[in-house]
């Protein structure tokens, strides 16, 4: 089994910054790729930004203001996320997909940011 469990969301005022983690445990091995989703009331889960093979992914509206990084040696991954604005307001969700192809996520983390 599989486990995943994020930390770090919470309320910040535009302009600040937050840094999630995404630690995972149980049985996985060989992660591929690790990645954090969010999703916004009202609207679909989206793409925020994946790190796997030496190769990071951002979505366009986070370029430039947050960041993704892991340690494979603790199957952690982080997401910094600067210079926050409203409309990153979303609840926040790490994925990982194994090198079978198996996809586990995490229950989610909230973050709100106050113009």
């Known amino acids: 089994q599989v486990r995943l469990v994020e930390s770090g969301g919470g309320l910040v005022q535009a302009g600040g910054s937050l840094r999630l983690s995404c630690a995972s445990s149980?049985?996985?091995?060989?992660?591929?790729?690790m990645g954090w989703y969010r999703q916004a009331p009202g609207k679909q889960r989206e793409l925020v930004a994946t790190?796997?093979?030496?190769?990071?992914n951002y979505a366009d509206p986070v370029k430039g203001r947050f960041t993704i990084s892991r340690d494979n040696t603790k199957n952690t991954v982080w997401l910094q996320m600067n210079s926050l604005k409203p409309e990153d307001t979303a609840v926040y969700y790490c994925?990982?997909?194994?090198?079978?192809?198996?996809?586990?996520w995490g229950q989610g983390t909230q973050v709100t940011v106050s113009s």
């Open positions: 149980g049985d996985i091995f060989n992660i591929a790729v």
């Open positions: 790190i796997g093979y030496g190769i990071t």
């Open positions: 994925k990982i997909r194994s090198l079978s192809g198996a996809d586990y």
